[in-house]
């Protein structure tokens, strides 16, 4: 048995697995439902401003990763800077964050491929082959999975070059297809265009576009497999924010310059209808008549990559719990091509409440799944930005140079500070409008918010039994240890 992990990550592996794990469901099926929500300017303002949270916190965690490499990244991190009992919380909802978007993922798959092929009552045997796919992916060598991932997201990346260059060809004019919709900036002045709905609708978007960018943290869990880390994870956290960004708000443009805000269409979110997508949308304006069968595809392989990701995030989570005496010794061990084969097995068995949907129709579990994980994803950012903060407060109480560190954030303390207290109102805010009814809606309260009471479960559960301690600035471990 190796007593550590390999190294075999390369920069072109971390920067698409960053892009690939933000790049999905979120732009190509949900951006629609942004643009009808708050108007094409509204949108396109909401990932602007969402998305220098997310580049903040990109920042931050390019720091401590490049700091310490390590894969247990937001759980070590928690518990050498701010708290220990923080970080076991932190540590375990992740792991389950990813575990469960594993089974949200596979769910998905199975919705998207009955487009050609439905089984009835036997579609989870689909979940089945994919879940066998991503497993043998994730149990090869950690070689094999950036390998997959890379080839995964590159896939996404083409799309969505493709449809930003054919739609700026129908914009300008040099490529008709056959809809009589008039495109142009005439969509951004019709209607109530170009902000909608006002301020709720705009905070309603940011729900919307916050999830979308989560995965971009995923960078940081793979720091600790990754070749000469000092350099290359700064390197693909300065690319990767742009690279999303660009194409996220590019993207946005685009439709929102071809398909009025008002096309019924694009307020359907549902990943079992590709067809209102819209990426399919501007396509078969295009005239490109198969778009949606081309979309159906990559739409697949977007979801195929998540779960790819989200089983490796995981069980590298889990295998880092482990080895800090936070979960049980046996996940902690590696295999000859240094995987931790039983973190990996215990996740998968988890994925497998995807087999749920035999016994229920397919859309409520995958939804009763989502709202399971959705929160966890945020509590992650918090943990980051906090982390953050008071690890460089704390190196500096040292009196250690900031000038020494592989890589530093430019922004501090602006940075975590805005990010933290932006990531902690679209945390709270996922669900407002369940306060304002006449009865509250409780079931809809706690299907949405059910993680921030079970972090805190799980932290104070801790912190009593260990009897654990706020860190000190002055006690702080700036020690730089291999991954072991």
């Known amino acids: ?53 997310v580049y903040f916190l990109m920042t931050s965690l390019g720091e401590l990763a490049a700091y310490l490499p390590v894969s247990g990244t937001f759980a070590t991190y928690g518990s050498k800077y701010v708290d220990e009992s923080f970080g076991f919380a932190i540590g375990w909802n992740y792991w389950y964050n990813w575990a469960i978007t594993v089974a949200v993922d596979l769910v998905a798959a199975q919705l998207v491929i009955s487009y050609w ?40 990346v083409i799309t969505v070059v493709v449809f930003i260059a054919v739609g700026l060809l129908m914009i300008v004019g040099i490529l008709h297809g056959g809809s009589d919709t008039a495109i142009g900036w005439h969509n951004w002045n019709i209607g109530d265009a170009p902000f909608v709905g006002g301020f709720s609708s705009m905070i309603g978007v ?71 997508s819209p990426f399919t949308l501007v396509f078969e304006h295009a005239g490109l008549l198969s778009a949606a069968a081309i979309m159906n595809a990559v739409v697949l392989t977007s979801v195929l990559s998540a779960g790819n990701s989200g089983l490796y995030a995981s069980t590298r989570m889990l295998y880092a719990l482990a080895k800090e005496g936070k979960a049980p010794k046996i996940f902690g061990r590696l295999s000859k091509s240094g995987i931790p084969t039983m973190s990996l097995i215990a996740t998968t068995i988890v994925a497998m409440l995807c087999f749920l949907t035999s016994m229920f129709k397919d859309q409520q579990v995958y939804l009763w799944l989502l709202n399971l994980s959705g929160m966890t994803g945020f509590i992650a950012w918090l943990g980051i930005a906090i982390s953050h903060y008071r690890f460089r407060k704390g190196y500096i109480k040292q009196g250690y140079d900031v000038n020494k560190l592989p890589y530093r954030s430019s922004f501090f303390p602006f940075g975590p500070i805005f990010a933290f207290i932006l990531c902690l109102l679209i945390t709270l805010g996922q669900n407002y409008e369940a306060f304002l009814q006449d009865n509250i809606d409780w079931y809809g309260v706690l299907a949405t918010y059910i993680g921030l009471p079970l972090f805190f479960f799980i932290m104070i559960i801790y912190k009593f039994i260990k009897k654990t301690k706020w860190v000190k600035y002055q006690d702080m471990d700036f020690s730089r240890i291999d991954e072991n």
């Open 117 to 156: 092929f439905d089984f009835g009552a036997y579609s989870w045997l689909w979940s089945l082959l994919f879940l066998v796919i991503i497993f043998f992916l994730n149990v090869i060598s950690v070689k094999g999975f950036g390998e997959a991932e890379f080839w995964f997201s590159l896939i996404k």
């Open 206 to 276: 940011a729900m919307i576009v916050g999830f979308s960018f989560q995965g971009t943290e995923l960078i940081g869990i793979a720091a600790g497999e990754s070749k000469d880390p000092e350099k290359n994870i700064p390197k693909s956290m300065r690319q990767v924010f742009w690279r999303i960004l660009l194409f996220y708000i590019f993207a946005i443009f685009v439709i929102s310059l071809i398909i009025p805000y008002t096309d019924p269409r694009l307020l359907r979110n549902d990943e079992a209808d590709i067809s209102v």
């Open 1 to 53: 048995m190796q007593n550590k992990l390999k190294r075999d990550l390369k920069a072109r592996h971390l920067t698409m697995i960053a892009i690939g794990g933000s790049i999905g469901t979120g732009l190509f099926v949900a951006s629609g439902a942004t643009i009808a929500q708050a108007g094409p300017a509204g949108s396109l303002l909401s990932y602007a401003i969402i998305g220098v949270m």
